[in-house]
């Protein structure tokens, strides 16, 4: 088996360390801001409204620099989303992963995300984490204070901005499930986590030349 | 080597930003430190009235020590004249009510109910001498007591309903030498013992704080700051600063934690951010009532049982009164939990003549919601009980309580509701139908100020953010993190959330056992392959 398969690097660098801390920022943030919620107690409330303010603030960094990350290296353009295949790849998961079938798409340098995953994270990317992060910017500084020391309050009612907030929440954790979930599906459970983790990724040869030109191309 | 550098200057900035997050510096609060370095510095006199010629005699009357006062003090008893002290009333705009006076002189309470018909015993806590019914002079500047606010001896007392002339025990000249500027045990003669006995009405003001641990009042204790009330009560020209809305109606005036503290008192921005709509009491005063006991309930209807004819009392087991012949039952409390409600610094009173608008009574309306941009949620006390009323004109009634002799219609001599109400309400200049009942009074409002306790006991953060039994349950209107949540978005998301762990977990399990099937199928093959040449 080994024989017919090549080592392709997919995930660079920044990209790896962008993953694994936004997806640790990101179960911190749930941790600490369902116990804000109200849902558990771990930390205590004071502490964990304290730690969510932080942790939200690094997070907000980090997506700064990964849209810059995306904008200059061209990166975005792997989230472009396609009707090509989406069906197939909808299908896999449905019957096809069941019955030992191949994956309909492969991934290459060029196209490292299947059409299912781009629409996704596109979705992700342009209405999730947008909805999660502005309602928690107006949760952050719903008081702020103006130049005199007085303290100004929002006109939007904070039941509303909860509510934005709350709801991206939950659907953060849906996908985090999901996700995770996903990455068991690759060539072996854990092969996608070690390609993230790694940046390599076992592709098999015959597509191997392709994604090597396509990759001199682009790069 | 490029890798192991990158790791080691990654894994030092998580370090680094652990420490940060998780490690907290007990800072230096300079605002704070200011604050006790000039409040350290107590003043000293520049004139010792122990060595004024015009004080070096025997006084005979109280009113010859006020006269001596205003020989020097040529203008003062103006100051004093225009004061709530004084006139036991305030001319306010209240909301639905215009332009009114109220204090003392017409506010009903729902404690010994009203002054009208019993100043001879009230006016104990009247800054003046002779008031003994609703006639008196409040022009004559000689009737002015001087001594009870400035007293400095500890000597002064007023006599029990001597209409607020001094007791005859009280050496008026060795008074009159040590004035001063007012103590707490000056301030604490009248209000601590609001409601005929010590911390009865306020709950957070009693005799204790004159000699208090910083625990009891973190501005008043002896091992503190020691302040006077005057600290923060300042008076210019005998306008004490200062409002507490059992009696008074509008939001001018008020002694504030802000005049000294500022707006922005705390280290940490989140907890300035909660002044916009909390006020500092709310958090800096865990519980009051914190040595003695505060009267919670009274209930005028179980008054006058008597035994072998004669009015008894009966007291609870820390010794408080929980019943007396005179008065009815009573519930004492004490490290009390305080109510909170929104408040905007405005407050309608149940004046005497009023009509009964709703069962139970309101005594005191603290205006204010959450809607109202200027209202704080503020901590109160909320006193209950019923007392008597007119059946016919539906208004709460005025009865004599107070009288010196059995006949005069006074009730604590003759235990008679019916002449006692017809004596009080005449004085009042009211009419009485002859009917009486008892009606309910609910929440006279306390706004529980003082007893201020230290930085560290201050409520914590969970207290109010919680689900379950916060201190701020009751106040609605507003969404408040930890205690509400969007129920319907939580039991679909719940939901949701499950759902897809049943659906992960569901396909994961089909694609196990698809996979064991199918590698038994091909594992027989394989076997069907290596046993075949054995054929």
Not at chain 2, 420 to 428: L, N, P, R, T, Y
Request: proline content about 3%; overall charge positive.
């Amino acid at each position: 088996m080994q024989q017919n398969m090549h080592k392709v690097y997919i995930y660079k660098r920044f990209e790896r360390f962008w993953h694994w801390v936004q997806a640790s920022l990101i179960m911190f943030l749930a941790l600490t801001g369902f116990e804000v919620h109200g849902t558990f107690k771990i930390f205590g409330f004071e502490k964990a409204a304290e730690f969510h303010r932080t942790a939200s603030w690094m997070l907000i960094g980090l997506i700064i620099f990964a849209i810059f990350w995306h904008l200059t290296t061209g990166e975005w353009r792997h989230y472009i989303p396609t009707t090509k295949q989406l069906k197939e790849q909808v299908i896999y998961y449905i019957s096809g992963i069941f019955k030992g079938e191949h994956h309909p798409t492969e991934r290459t340098g060029l196209s490292k995300l299947n059409p299912l995953q781009r629409i996704v994270y596109l979705g992700f990317k342009l209405i999730l984490v947008p909805i999660t992060i502005i309602s928690g910017i107006l949760y952050l500084l719903y008081k702020t204070f103006d130049q005199n020391n007085i303290i100004i309050i929002e006109d939007y009612p904070l039941a509303s901005i909860a509510f934005w907030h709350t709801l991206g929440a939950i659907l953060l954790m849906i996908f985090l499930v999901v996700h995770v979930y996903m990455t068991t599906t690759g060539k072996t459970p854990t092969s996608n986590i070690k390609a993230m983790i790694t940046g390599y990724e076992e592709l098999e040869d015959d597509q191997e030349e392709v994604k090597v030109e396509n990759d001199s191309k682009h790069n | 080597m490029y890798r192991t550098l990158l790791i080691v200057i990654f894994s030092t900035v998580v370090a680094l930003i652990l420490v940060n997050i998780l490690h907290q510096e007990d800072n230096y609060n300079l605002k704070l430190e200011t604050l006790r370095h000039k409040y350290a510095l107590k003043a000293i006199p520049s004139v010792s009235h122990s060595k004024l010629p015009a004080l070096q005699r025997n006084f005979k009357t109280p009113q010859e020590v006020t006269e001596a006062c205003l020989s020097c003090h040529t203008e003062t008893h103006k100051e004093v004249m225009a004061s709530s002290h004084w006139n036991w009333e305030r001319v306010a705009y209240v909301e639905g009510r215009g332009i009114s006076s109220a204090g003392k002189k017409n506010v009903m309470n729902n404690f010994c109910l009203g002054t009208n018909s019993n100043q001879q015993s009230c006016a104990k806590c009247h800054i003046g001498y002779g008031m003994s019914s609703s006639h008196f002079d409040f022009n004559n500047a000689r009737n002015v007591d001087c001594m009870v606010c400035h007293d400095n001896s500890d000597e002064y007392l007023k006599g029990a309903s001597m209409a607020g002339y001094p007791d005859r025990t009280v050496n008026l000249e060795n008074v009159a030498q040590s004035v001063g500027s007012p103590r707490k045990s000056n301030c604490g003669s009248c209000h601590s013992f609001g409601g005929g006995g010590n911390n009865v009405k306020h709950g957070d003001l009693e005799v204790a704080l004159n000699s208090c641990s910083r625990e009891v009042d973190v501005h008043m204790g002896a091992n503190g700051m020691n302040l006077e009330c005057v600290a923060c009560h300042t008076a210019k020209n005998h306008n004490i600063i200062g409002r507490l809305y059992s009696v008074s109606s509008d939001n001018t005036n008020r002694a504030t934690c802000e005049q000294c503290h500022s707006t922005t008192p705390h280290l940490r921005d989140v907890l300035n951010r909660h002044g916009s709509r909390v006020s500092c009491q709310a958090c800096h005063i865990p519980q009051y009532a914190k040595v003695n006991s505060t009267k919670m309930s009274w209930k005028w209807s179980d008054a006058g049982k008597l035994k072998d004819g004669k009015p008894y009392e009966l007291e609870d087991s820390l010794g408080n009164h929980n019943y007396m012949s005179i008065k009815g039952s009573f519930v004492w409390a004490r490290n009390v939990k305080p109510d909170y409600i929104w408040f905007n610094g405005t407050a309608d009173h149940y004046i005497l003549g009023d009509s009964i608008k709703s069962v139970p009574v309101q005594m005191n309306t603290l205006n204010g919601s959450y809607s109202d941009r200027r209202s704080k949620i503020i901590p109160v006390k909320i006193h209950v009980g019923d007392q008597i009323y007119d059946k016919v004109y539906n208004r709460l009634v005025q009865p004599k309580l107070y009288g010196e002799t059995e006949g005069d219609s006074a009730y604590w001599k003759d235990f008679k509701w019916d002449d006692a109400v017809a004596a009080g309400m005449k004085e009042s200049g009211l009419r009485y139908s002859g009917k009486y009942g008892f009606v309910k009074t609910k929440k006279m409002y306390w706004p529980v100020n003082h007893m201020v306790s230290p930085k560290g006991e201050a409520v914590g953060c969970a207290e109010c953010h919680t689900r379950i039994n916060g201190r701020l349950a009751k106040l609605s209107g507003f969404y408040l993190p930890g205690r509400d949540q969007n129920k319907s978005l939580d039991f679909v998301g719940y939901w949701m959330f499950i759902l897809t762990l049943v659906a992960v977990f569901g396909h994961g399990a089909i694609r196990i056992s698809m996979d064991i099937s199918r590698n038994k199928y091909e594992k027989q093959i394989i076997n069907y392959d290596e046993d075949k040449p054995a054929e």
